[in-house]
């Protein structure tokens, strides 16, 4: 049974920092590519970063240069390094994978990030 369980979530001034973690299980964690996604309320999810296998990263304009993804194949764990917070920031952060050999899409349960301003 795959499982994706995000932490690190909570509320924060602008101008600070968050570290996200997406615990992962039931995956060959090391093969796969892992994805941190956002949806703030009443728009659609969004892409926030990405790490390949090979540990390879891409990220939303608007991150970066503040955020950072991570990974740490021996705890079967993804990071989300968030700096330099902002209100736009708030959203619901959710981890994604499409695993290693299997054609099926599988999200955490999401985690609440609320920067005050």
């Known amino acids: 049974q795959v499982q994706l369980v995000e932490s690190g979530g909570g509320l924060v001034q602008a101008g600070g920092s968050l570290r996200l973690s997406c615990a992962a299980s039931?995956?060959?964690?090391?093969?796969?590519?892992m994805d941190w996604y956002r949806q703030a309320p009443g728009k659609q999810r969004e892409l926030v970063a990405g790490?390949?296998?090979?540990?390879?990263?891409n990220y939303a304009d608007y991150v970066k240069g503040r955020f950072t993804i991570s990974r740490d194949n021996a705890k079967n764990t993804v990071y989300l390094q968030m700096n330099s917070l902002n209100a736009e920031d708030t959203a619901v952060y959710y981890c994604?994978?499409?695993?290693?050999?299997?054609?099926?899409?599988?999200w955490g349960q999401g985690t609440q990030v609320t920067v005050s301003s």
């Open positions: 039931g995956i060959i964690f090391s093969l796969s590519a």
């Open positions: 790490i390949t296998s090979g540990g390879n990263t």
């Open positions: 994604y994978t499409r695993p290693f050999a299997s054609g099926y899409d599988y």
